[in-house]
């Protein structure tokens, strides 16, 4: 008998999960997939470790399964595939730790109400990570459960990193900067020993991009600043959010468009970025291919603010010694790491071109002072790291 943890990703359309096996040093994935549609056309697949289908369900257009209903499939799922396997624990995915926790905590009903209190700071994602565990709490009591949060990393920043120049009675509310993609960048952390000493005990930025995107200074491992801030809307322009944007706009908005709450969090969250500018599309893939001017115009921006990010981080970081590219445009787009590292020459990055158009990890020249490294990340496994070690109450290890 084998034990596995579930490990979950909610959204707010969509639960992804994956099974880890625990029985190896690090831990094996067995299976992973997703419920997605979950209120318009719900759609659920399961694929094992090497890709092939082993669950497959749909619900039919305009049915409302909810999250609920998502995840009683899926428990029926692993129920019908369970000869073999032992569910030891599940471990989720939560945006938001706010400045209490700084470490993955085991979930129990008063962490729960402590985590509800998030949820205004990140009322698009926070309810959906937490509905998942509830419905899990009351569906399976005896699984024990533990919640890992993106901004969990960021709090070892020094409090001037963390710091918005607003007065002491906004702070004390926890208006602070708090960054996200920490799961993504602690797998970084805990892979880079292997795949560059220097860089693991030196001053590096990783630069998350994906649909959305954020970038991290790190010393030795430890988070020193980021691109995200009070929520994930800041920094970097994204597929669809707009990133760092003049607080004067906002005013703006209301007082000359009249626009309310909700209809600048529909703009700055699903109508700006990369759809904004180029109003083709969000997806990067799309955009290299278009021959619009409004297309280059939206890459050429994206590749202008992290020319700049990568500037202010390396000064908050006293310098810089590597760039470690990483999620969905980070791992497969060699164009976009070339233009991100031909403006980085500057700080010392002499970049390969050749190694880049290739499959190489590292795509900086033998002897660059600063080195640029490709590596793919994975936040379920970090997840699964957690749980395993919250439930055994061993420290996660930082490095494989
Ligand atoms: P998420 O934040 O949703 O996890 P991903 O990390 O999967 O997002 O990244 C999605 C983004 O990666 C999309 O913009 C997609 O176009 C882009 N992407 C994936 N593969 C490529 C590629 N080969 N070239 C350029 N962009 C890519």
Redesign the pocket.
Known sequence: MTDVILVLNAGSSSIKFSLFATAGEDLKLVARGQAEGLYTAPRFVAKDDAGAVVGERTWGDGVALGHEGALDHLVEFLRSRSEGYKLVGAGHRVVHGGREYSQPARVSEQLLTALEKYIPLAPLHQPHNLAPIRVLMTRAPELPQVACFDTAFHRAQPPVAQAFALPKSITDRGVVRYGFHGLSYEYIASVLPKVDPVAAAGRTVVL??????SMCGMSAGRSMASTMGFTAVDGLPM?TRCGNLDPGVILYLMDELKMDVRAIEKLIYQQSG?LGVSGIS?????L?ESREASAKAAIDLYVYRIGRELGSLAAALGGLDAVVFT???G???A??RARICADAAWLGLEFDAEANRGKSQRISRAGSRVSALVVPTNEELMIARHTRAVLTARAPARAP
Not at 208 to 213: E, I, R
Not at 282 to 286: A, G, I, P, T, Y
């Open positions: 998350h991009l994906g649909n959305g995107s597929g990369l969000s997806d990067m893939r799309v290299l999620a969905g445009i791992e497969n787009s164009e976009l």
